[in-house]
C-alpha cells in the first residue's frame, strides 16, 4: 500500500505514522537504505505536523484576537 501524501493526513495519523517510524529507526533492525527512506518519511511527516500545528495555533489566536478584547477566566473542572 502506498504511503498518503502527509498535507493530506490528519494530524493524528500523522503523529501515530510518525511515532512507529522512530520506533522503527531505534530498534537498529533496518538495512541503512531502507533506514535512510524511513528518515526522509519522518522528516516529511514531522514538517506536515508542525504545518498543522502553526495553522491551529494562528487559527486560536484569529479567535481570541475577534474576541472583542473579552478577557479570559479561568477553568475550573466541576467534578462528576
Avoid: C, W
Avoid at 502527509?6 to 505514522?17: G, H, L, R, V
Avoid at 510518525?18 to 538495512?31: C, F, K, M, R, T
Avoid at 514531522?46 to 489566536?61: F, H, I, M, P, T
Amino acid at each position: 500500500m502506498a504511503s498518503k501524501k502527509p498535507e493530506n493526513m490528519s494530524f493524528e495519523a500523522t503523529i501515530e505514522e510518525l511515532d512507529n517510524l522512530v520506533e522503527q529507526l531505534e530498534s537498529g533492525d533496518i538495512a541503512l537504505d531502507e533506514a535512510l527512506k524511513k528518515f526522509e518519511r519522518g522528516i516529511a511527516l514531522a514538517r506536515s505536523g508542525q504545518a498543522k500545528l502553526d495553522e491551529a495555533e494562528q487559527r486560536v489566536r484569529i479567535l481570541l484576537d475577534n474576541s472583542d478584547d473579552a478577557p479570559l477566566a479561568e477553568f475550573t473542572a466541576v467534578p462528576e
